[in-house]
DNA sequence: TCGGATTGACTAATCGATCAGTCAGGATAC
DNA sequence: GTATCCTGACTGATCGATTAGTCAATCCGA
């Protein structure tokens, strides 16, 4: 069996789900470009062949990754907003950025791996940017709707910019980098903490467009 | 000749210089792992043996596309914070936030191709964020005490993170995917626009960690 | 026995890197 | 003055390795 390295996946998944795994994983550390069809089937221990028998291209599997895990993320937001609306109480900016962040950072949202794909298809070409726009527009208007009811004094503009710098810091913050903690000479932060950062950075940048 | 696509380069750019310029479009194009040696020379209209002759490898080539507009801009900033130091009165946060982000967004920083492959290294993994450590940590410290001067109440934490999430705001703008004009409804904003949105955003975040 | 799942072997293309060798021009020797 | 040597710049050809994708054959549960 020589040197291959197998993913960790429940007894009870299928080959298909362990290439995707697999895939994340190795998409998220090397890129789409760095990462070979090979390296992929050899990680998850099954032939090359059979990535192109559930996947058919690469491209088709790359796509299959973020899909995945796009839907869990959305499925997620869509859930939060939803009990927001079950509330008597409207909620904060806060509550909102948390809702909109908190799935995305959380593990079943695919944890780090799947957090580099994602910071890489958010910065990426004409390529990556279909991707963002079909799997990310449609809820990204949701947010930017709730944006202004929260804040009726900001345009639907400044609501859009606020909303797209917020998911800057929230892609920086997925990425994991370790910069901001070596800078501020802390311990690397938990997933509390980051997702504290974050919201409260967002919020006060969203109401430096307009007053309260 | 075919079809080889050459740079536009002012004619006493040496070779070496042009290599750089047309691995720079390309690698913020495709990213380091989808760029081939092959490609670069062709569009630099040299051989590719001369690239190993100037570089050696794929990967100090990289290195020295980076490095080359990192000084650039790097030194275009530490001019912006002399020329606080030599003014009366003390720099706004906005001021600061200025003076950070606008030799990066100009163009002699390289403009949008550089800023591609900046989000990428921000973003990545061990060996990328080595490239970040050694190119931009030192001047990241210099703005942070900068921002603690100017809010005395934040922690160097705070600052920190503030400063961490600031950059990701400029990195997010650098790469011009053009969603947030999509989401907002609104032509590509120039220069100044986008600077204007960030600076005003990011301000306001770190504002966001502490009192005025 | 039938059909989806899976495999090893294979191809053409492309990869980064290396090779021996060409060429122009400045330094050196006589 | 001129023949010789040396060096930096540069090239075409080619190396072995790796790439994504293909295909006929085989496995195996229903």
Redesign the pocket.
């Known amino acids: 069996m020589s040197t291959t390295v197998q993913t960790v996946s429940d007894p009870a998944a299928?080959?298909?789900d362990t290439i995707l795994d697999a895939a994340e994983v190795l998409f998220g550390e090397l890129g789409f470009?760095g990462?070979?069809?090979?390296?992929i089937?050899q990680a998850g221990?099954?032939?090359?062949?059979?990535?192109?028998?559930?996947f058919?291209?690469?491209?088709q599997?790359f796509d299959t990754v973020v899909k995945r895990r796009t839907a869990q993320i959305n499925a997620a937001r869509l859930d939060n907003l939803a009990a927001f609306d079950a509330r008597d109480t409207p909620p904060t900016l806060s509550d909102l950025l948390h809702a909109l962040f908190a799935p995305a950072l959380a593990h079943q949202g695919g944890g780090v791996p799947y957090a580099r794909i994602l910071a890489t298809i958010a910065i990426g070409g004409a390529r990556e940017q279909g991707l963002v726009r079909d799997n990310y527009d449609a809820i990204a208007l949701r947010f930017i709707e709730a944006i202004k009811t929260i804040r009726p004094a900001l345009s639907h503009a400044d609501a859009a910019w606020g909303y797209s710098l917020a998911i800057a810091t929230l892609v920086s913050a997925m990425a994991r980098t370790g910069r901001a903690e070596r800078l501020a000479r802390e311990d690397e932060a938990s997933d509390d903490i980051l997702l504290d950062r974050i919201v409260r950075f967002a919020a006060a940048g969203i109401d430096g467009y307009g007053p309260k």
Chains 1, 2 share one sequence.
């Open positions: 299928t080959n298909r470009a990462t070979s069809m090979r390296a089937a221990g099954v032939a090359q062949a059979l990535l192109h028998y559930h058919d291209t690469k491209d599997l």
